[in-house]
């Protein structure tokens, strides 16, 4: 009898992942619905998205770089990167634009140009921004952009694997490259991450970048194979970080060593500042491949305190491709979303969110010590994608609770043979192996995590997320990489930009469920930086709602979001307050502003002036 | 008055030292418990603190319940604990409820799948293989490297050698590792890969916990020293056969093969020689019954494994 009942249980337990799998939907196909109709989407989840890429005239398809023929092997997974997408308004038309990159030697990068009637203006050789992919000075990964010059016109940064650049921006009419020598700028680094912000809050924007492979490594012209991480996850043989302080007259000084202290190797995929600690002060948030993430804490200007493993980041390296905040519990404290890669039976890191655990004295201005972070990820409904790359956080559906949309897949060839197997085999290696790229097995046309489908989750701003891409229209399986969020056609909903590794860039429109309200703010700062990057919003409403968003000098995966900040307020919406901090520190109230529209704010001579 | 005081101290520590008896059932916990914590405090691996204690946790209460309800007696811990801390280390996943399935797995078979008054499966591969089998989309195995240095690598190599030497079980390590360095170089035959890119695995962190603790369990491992060997080098060839089918868990799945079937081999062939031999004579020493029930080699006891 106890027997009996014993093998019972085992026989039960042996079910068991079949019947989680069937409650959890643990495939990566069956966590979403099938696609909706728009108007079974609209009901169901008050949004849908169309893709409107070839009518609104976005011709535009990544073209992955080639390499020295050394790596010819393994070309495919080392000239993975490169489709990225940012979102400016650089004729300043009020209208968003959009900035591409291309990765291919002679291939050029793409400025769409908003025409305000769906239709998008590929304007990028009138104004000196095509042809920047030039034998012999690397090729584009991706771009931030920031007026650092404070003349109203946003500058762009353009990172590259090769030679990074700075264009100001002439008026909206043109740009112009900065001198290497007054930019400050290294002859050769293979950045894959930058962000914009005023760490001294001196009213100038500085510049932080990070390096992916080692800037002695010209992968056009390699002296040695041995180029490649020393471990999958403890990696310290990448690229540098390089900080910036901005002058504003178009002049940068290196002030890496000083400000942000000893470098630690990592090959940076990710990074994005803002406010983390409440003390007014930019921080940074590193995201890692092949390692931990880092968090460099602002200690008011002056430097800046690695703290990832004080806060609880630093440990569990996985593969960081992604930096997003978001205000994903509506507390008033922006959680950071890392994506990372999950590859059912062989590899799942899962993503990570990071929610502040404890409160930190959110009093802006006020001094403060780290805040600490847990991975809510998996609490949350967050955690698996797949090979998951940019990701952004928005409010889609317009109900007041930040959504996250994100992309996922690695190297999609022809053949359904996966590198899995070869991959996994060498990346168990010793580094004297896994290090250098001839140890590496042939991918021979293999795939790698390919064409994965984008994931879009719905917040309901209680800390769990719902699965609906598919749903709603972003079912698409591609090589996702950047994604940026922005209200292209103005009607009050946010779309997307979605970049895709050798692949097509694509465009969703949104459609919102017009019960649902939103408001936004288009920031413009004075004694800030002009573009407000590091202005927090925190908007107030429904009688106790609050959620607040900061202004980004850029975010996501190779990516930016528009500069404007979006809120959703959900149906019946009575907004009480908008609460701005901006960089300099001042802080401006503005009362019962109107829901269902863009308020343009210029900071104020004084804290308290509307 | 203190100096007397002093001497009564000294003799009770005296007296308790005499009365300890070091179980070698503990060197095989010891030495994985070392390699954990060497493996976390230098390199922080743990990607969970809670993964490893569940596991480990599971693992106990499902050995002390089992136990008392099945043999009526409290069982020793030790290869309980192995068995959670090897899953514990040796399934990634962002998840808890693997590891307390895969732990409860891993203890029941030894329990259920028996054979004879023998568990035929090595009971954490068995758990490990079924977990990576059922449920793929919720786990990985270890593949990864701890840290990228050398050098901790070597000392854990060195380290479990010389505790599996004085455990008398070395020869089943050198065997298969032997083995598996040939099979690598016949494996660049068929894959064309370079014969480094080939042992590329075995210098990670799961194959020494793959061969310091798994494939020399000794109660599923065959009786002799010579089939010991045998077999190692046996699972060296299946998971050959399964790496060329491009298997990711080509170790665990050879063992899951070939164990069992050594095993029952074995035993086929012990019965049929008792047959063979006179009534009167004695049973050889080596199938003293183990003293939780298992048909299990009397010098296999000295390390009772996962």
């Known amino acids: 009898m106890k027997k009996g009942l014993l093998v019972a249980l085992f026989a039960a337990l042996l079910a068991t992942p079949l019947v989680i799998q069937r409650v959890r939907g643990g495939g990566e196909a069956s966590s979403s619905d099938g696609s909706l109709s728009a108007e079974a989407s609209l009901e169901r989840y008050g949004f849908h998205l169309r893709e409107v890429s070839d009518e609104a005239g976005l011709d535009f398809t990544h073209q992955a770089p080639q390499f020295d023929e050394k790596l010819s092997h393994i070309m495919p997974q080392v000239a993975s990167m490169g489709a990225g997408v940012s979102v400016v308004d650089f004729d300043n038309d009020g209208r968003p634009d959009l900035y591409v990159t291309n990765s291919r030697r002679g291939t050029a990068n793409a400025l769409y140009r908003n025409q305000g009637d769906g239709a998008f203006e590929n304007v990028a050789a009138e104004v000196g921004l095509a042809d920047v992919n030039r034998v012999g000075t690397g090729v584009s990964m991706g771009s931030a952009w920031g007026d650092y010059d404070n003349d109203g016109y946003e500058d762009l940064f353009l990172y590259k694997w090769g030679r990074p650049a700075i264009f100001h921006n002439d008026g909206g009419d043109g740009f112009t490259r900065v001198p290497r020598k007054n930019a400050g700028l290294p002859d050769w680094a293979n950045v894959n991450a930058a962000t914009w912000l005023d760490y001294n809050r001196d009213g100038h924007l500085d510049l932080f970048f990070g390096g992916y492979y080692a800037e002695d490594v010209n992968l056009w012209d390699l002296e040695t194979t041995r180029i490649m991480p020393t471990s999958f996850e403890y990696a310290q043989n990448g690229g540098r970080k390089y900080l910036l302080r901005g002058r504003g007259d178009g002049t940068f000084e290196d002030v890496t060593r000083e400000v942000l202290g000893p470098e630690s190797g990592r090959w940076t995929m990710a990074a994005s500042a803002a406010d983390l600690t409440g003390n007014g002060y930019p921080d940074l948030f590193v995201a890692n491949d092949y390692g931990v993430d880092e968090l460099f804490i602002n200690k008011e200007g002056k430097r800046f305190q690695p703290a990832g493993e004080q806060a609880g980041i630093g440990f569990s390296p996985k593969s960081g491709m992604n930096v997003a905040f978001g205000d994903v519990m509506n507390q008033g404290r922006q959680g950071v979303y890392v994506t990372n890669i999950s590859e059912p039976g062989v590899l799942m890191q899962g993503n990570n969110l990071w929610v502040p655990s404890a409160p930190t004295d959110s009093a802006p201005g006020t001094a403060a010590g780290v805040p600490q972070y847990k991975n809510l990820a998996g609490a949350m409904g967050v955690e698996l994608g797949g090979w998951s790359y940019g990701a952004q956080f928005g409010d889609l559906n317009n109900d007041g609770a930040l959504d996250l949309f994100m992309t996922n897949g690695y190297v999609s060839t022809d053949s359904e043979e996966s590198y899995w197997y070869d991959f996994s085999q060498v990346a168990g290696g010793n580094r004297a192996i896994i290090g250098d790229a001839a140890h590496w097995p042939a991918m021979e046309g293999r795939s790698l995590s390919g064409d994965q489908r984008s994931r879009l989750w719905l917040g309901d701003g209680a800390g769990q997320f719902r699965e609906v891409a598919q749903a709603v229209g972003a079912g698409r399986r591609l090589d996702g990489r950047a994604v940026a969020l922005a209200d292209f056609d103005q009607d009050g909903a946010i779309d997307a930009a979605v970049a895709h590794q050798r692949g097509s860039l694509l465009l969703y429109e949104n459609r919102v469920d017009t019960g649902s309200k939103w408001i936004a703010f288009r920031l413009e700062g004075r004694a800030s930086n002009r573009s407000a990057i590091g202005a927090h919003v925190t908007l107030h409403w429904n009688n106790g709602q609050k959620q607040v968003q900061s202004v980004s000098g850029g975010s996501g995966f190779c990516s930016q979001n528009q500069r404007a900040l979006h809120f959703g307020l959900g149906t019946g919406a009575q907004v009480e307050k908008a609460v701005i901090q901006w960089p300099s520190g001042r802080v401006q109230t503005l009362d019962a502003p109107a829901p269902g529209t863009v308020h343009p704010v210029t900071e104020p001579k004084a804290s308290g002036e509307a | ?306």
Request: net charge positive.
């Open chain 2, 1 to 306: 008055m203190s100096t007397r005081k002093g001497y009564s101290s000294l003799a009770g520590v005296t007296r308790w030292f005499e009365g300890f008896r070091y179980d070698p059932r503990f060197t095989a916990p010891l030495l994985i418990t070392g390699i954990l914590l060497a493996g976390h405090l230098s390199y922080g691996i743990l990607e969970s603190y809670a993964a490893v204690p569940v596991a480990i946790g599971t693992a106990v209460v499902a050995e002390m319940a089992l136990s008392r309800i099945f043999r009526g007696e409290w069982p020793h811990l030790a290869s309980a604990y192995i068995s959670g801390i090897s899953v514990g280390i040796l399934v990634r996943t962002p998840f808890l409820w693997p590891f307390v399935l895969c732990s409860l797995l891993t203890i029941m078979s030894k329990y259920v799948l028996r054979y004879r008054g023998r568990h035929l499966w090595n009971p954490s591969n068995f758990g490990i293989c079924a977990l990576f089998f059922l449920a793929p989309f919720a786990v990985a195995p270890l593949s990864i490297q701890w840290g990228n240095n050398v050098w901790p690598m070597l000392v854990i190599w060195m380290l479990g050698s010389v505790t599996l030497y004085r455990l008398k079980r070395f020869h089943i390590c050198a065997a298969y590792v032997a083995a598996f360095l040939v099979f690598s170089f016949v494996r660049t035959q068929f894959t064309g890969a370079s014969f480094v890119t080939e042992i590329a695995p075995i210098t990670g962190p799961m194959y020494q916990l793959f061969v310091f603790f798994m494939i020399t369990d000794p109660k599923t491992t065959v009786s002799s020293k010579r089939g010991e060997m045998v077999v190692a080098v046996a699972i060296a060839f299946v998971e050959m056969l399964l790496r060329l089918g491009e298997s990711v868990y080509a170790p665990f799945y050879a063992l899951f093969l070939v164990g069992p079937a050594a095993l029952l081999v074995e035993m086929w062939w012990t019965e049929r020689s008792a047959e063979a031999a006179p009534a009167s004579e004695d049973p050889p020493s080596q199938e003293q019954p183990a003293p939780e029930g298992d048909a299990v080699p009397r010098s296999a006891r000295i390390s009772e494994q996962f």
